[in-house]
């Protein structure tokens, strides 16, 4: 008998199992449909990323509508006999902010002008790279013009820009000595590939296509 209890035990144990693990993610204050009746929360895992249909459901949360969110929950792999699943619980809300409807008609350029963008990250040829502090900068002007520095030498160009599109012109620079560990190249070969760019208050992502090339800081003075 106690043989096999035993057996029950250790059977049970491999059929069924759980594991756990945190996890973050940030919350739409927009809905989407996802059948013909209903509507779903939209989600994204990174601020970088598209919003997708939230495919599952959070216990402990309910959006309220019009904010955006913040979310460290905890997900439960699960396994009964053959069958795995994952289940979703709310831990914390990190943040949680008022989302303002934004009008539907955009601006020719939402680019703010005569603001100086410091160069914050950049893809190179062995990877991306990430400044504290950056002497390469771009300053958007009125007259569809830029100027800037590759923090090597001064730049000049004309640049395209509607509510997503963005596309430099030839591009000039100064022709001051640079030094071996300079980005030049790399900043001035991003700028030439950037075809898309997306902006918030603080941060101008630059993009070819899908693939981001440059983010840049708005200066706070």
């Known amino acids: 008998m106690r043989k096999a209890l035993t057996l029950l035990i250790l059977f049970c144990s491999l059929a069924t199992f759980s594991q756990e693990y ?33 495919p599952y459901l959070i216990t402990g949360f309910n959006a309220e509508p019009g904010y955006e969110y913040c979310l460290l929950m905890e997900v439960s792999k699960e396994r009964k006999d053959t069958i795995t699943f994952e289940k979703y619980r709310l831990i914390e809300i990190r943040s949680k902010a008022k ?73 000039g620079t100064t022709k001051m000595y640079c030094k071996k560990n300079t980005i030049e190249n790399d900043f001035l070969f991003a700028l030439s590939q950037t075809t898309q760019y997306k902006i918030n ?9 899908k693939s981001l090339f440059a983010v840049f800081i708005k200066d706070k003075r």
């Open 22 to 54: 945190l996890k973050v993610i940030y919350i739409s204050s927009e809905k989407s449909p996802c059948d013909d009746t209903i509507n779903c929360l939209k989600y994204r895992e990174n601020t970088e990323d598209n919003w997708k249909i939230l």
């Open 99 to 171: 989302k303002e409807r934004t009008s539907n008609i955009s601006n020719k350029n939402s680019i703010p002008t005569d603001v100086k963008w410091f160069l914050y990250k950049l893809r190179t040829k062995d990877g991306t790279r990430t400044f504290s502090i950056s002497k390469a900068y771009l300053i958007f002007q009125s007259n569809n013009q830029i100027t800037g520095n590759t923090d090597c030498n001064n730049l000049f160009s004309s640049y395209s820009a509607d509510s997503t599109a963005l596309s430099f012109g030839t591009i």
């Open 201 to 209: 208050s603080r941060l101008l992502y630059m993009y070819k296509g």
